[in-house]
């Protein structure tokens, strides 16, 4: 989102989009190598648990982060993620930030009266994703459409105006009346380019139709991961029956959370689980799949190990459901990192060929 806004305003920005090449995330420490002179923090969870014990270890690790950002630096955190604002707050009990300086200041951007930056009147458009008023400090700045669905699609798309505004003052902070226009004039153009945002690769991204059943693909392999997209797509979907497909990731990671997965998968209305998807090779005796399909509650949920099973049981469920020819929609979403990610197109292909 902030790509798209910044080539707006400028065409000769570059970026650079952490995916199919090494990314500056908290695993490894890899992010503490970093020096930025804008840091934005969306959530912060406990995600690699191979890495980090608890919690408090991950958050203590974002602290040393924001304590790298260069003299006169800016941070802006999520206000609705408490994690985000307890490291935010650590980092300003530091005296790192300068006072009365537009940069250099700690900004807050969320739903609620106490963030700087906010999205209100938030209701769903005939696109699937939401409109909503950017304000800041209580003044309206722009309405914003976007084609996205889910409330955290509203929070990003409010963090990449309030970055952009940021980006874009650098070099002129000294004139309050200058800075609020470039505030307005650039919240306006990054609406703008919002609009027109489709998404990224794999994440809620659809895979292709058929009939009456839409095949969509998640990167998702965090229980909130997996909540905040089952919510988007309900959104998007509302009662229409929605099967996931899950390839959890790393025996640490289900090791300790399996409940907090079942939890989550829970909001869909049929779960197929598959065997672990080992991405860093590292292996826990007695831990499957099973452990979580054992915990999801109130809803159907199987254990099926390799993804060549589950290709055939989908095949025979999905040939059932065309043959007598049922009307209501079916929305099949596979979610994980491994080679589910094949799945959708696998069972389009049987179908249309």
């Not at 090494?22 to 970093?34: G, I, N, T, V």
């Not at 939401?130 to 669905?149: C, F, H, K, R």
């Not at 905040?228 to 509302?238: D, H, I, M, T, V």
Request: net charge negative; with cysteine.
């Amino acid at each position: 989102m902030l790509s798209i806004i910044l080539r707006e305003i400028d065409p000769g920005v570059s970026s650079v989009v952490g995916a199919d090449i090494p990314q500056a995330d908290e695993y490894d420490s890899c992010f503490l190598s970093l020096t930025p002179q804008l840091s934005l923090i969306l959530n912060i969870d406990w995600e690699h648990v191979d890495m980090f014990p608890d919690k408090k270890a991950v958050k203590k690790h974002f602290t040393e982060f924001c304590r790298r950002l260069k003299p006169g630096g800016t941070l802006i955190y999520c206000g609705e993620s408490e994690s985000a604002h307890a490291v935010a707050s650590e980092f300003m009990a530091q005296g790192k930030i300068p006072d009365d300086d537009a940069i250099g200041e700690v900004i807050s951007y969320g739903l609620e009266d106490k963030n700087m930056w906010q999205a209100v009147m938030i209701k769903p458009n005939a696109y699937g994703g939401s409109d909503y008023l950017a304000t800041y400090n209580g003044e309206v700045m722009t309405p914003v459409q976007i084609q996205l669905p889910g409330i955290h699609n509203v929070l990003n798309s409010l963090a990449a105006i309030a970055a952009a505004v940021v980006v874009a003052s650098w070099k002129n902070t000294d004139d309050g009346k200058l800075l609020a226009n470039i505030r307005k004039h650039i919240s306006e153009t990054a609406a703008r380019s919002l609009y027109s945002f489709q998404g990224v690769h794999r994440r809620l991204e659809f895979v292709g139709k058929l009939e009456n059943c839409h095949f969509y693909d998640d990167y998702a392999h965090h229980p909130t991961e997996i909540s905040a997209s089952l919510k988007a797509a309900r959104e998007k979907f509302g009662n229409s029956s929605i099967w996931v497909i899950f390839q959890p990731q790393d025996y640490s990671r289900v090791s300790r959370l399996s409940k907090d997965f079942a939890v989550a998968l829970a909001a869909a209305d049929r779960v197929i689980v598959t065997q672990i998807y080992a991405a860093r090779g590292k292996t826990a005796g007695g831990v499957s799949g099973q452990d979580i399909v054992d915990q999801i509650m109130g809803t159907s949920a199987l254990y099926i190990q390799s993804m060549d099973d589950v290709y055939v049981f989908l095949s025979a469920e999905l040939s059932t459901l065309l043959s007598s020819g049922q009307k209501d929609t079916l929305v099949v979403i596979t979610m994980g990192t491994g080679s589910c990610t094949n799945l959708g197109p696998r069972l389009l292909q049987r179908f249309m060929s």
